[in-house]
Structure formats: C-alpha cells, structure tokens
C-alpha cells in the first residue's frame, strides 16, 4: 500500500509481526521464508 509518492506502509511491520518473525527465526535458527526454508534443508542434505 502506498501512502505517496514515496511513502511505503506496511501493515505487518505496523503490528510487529515483521519483528517478531525475525525474533523467532534468530532464536530457532530456521528461516521464515519459503526461500529460505529451501536453501537451508537442501544445505542440510547435501545438494549446493
């Protein structure tokens, strides 16, 4: 969503779910996104 020119807003980084989510994902060591997920598991098996 844009407020402006210029002006981005994000409502999860409003909430604090953007925050927590990383809070989380320091903690566990497992990342949050799909992405991510993928790179670590295939890390984890062996596959570059």
């Known amino acids: 969503m844009k407020?402006?020119?210029?002006?981005p807003f994000s409502w999860k980084r409003a909430l604090g779910i953007t925050w927590l989510l990383r809070k989380v994902s320091k903690a566990t060591g497992i990342p949050t996104t799909k992405s991510g997920r993928q790179r670590k598991l295939g890390k984890w098996m062996?596959?570059?």
């Open 3 to 7: 407020l402006g020119p210029g002006i």
């Open 46 to 48: 062996g596959m570059k």
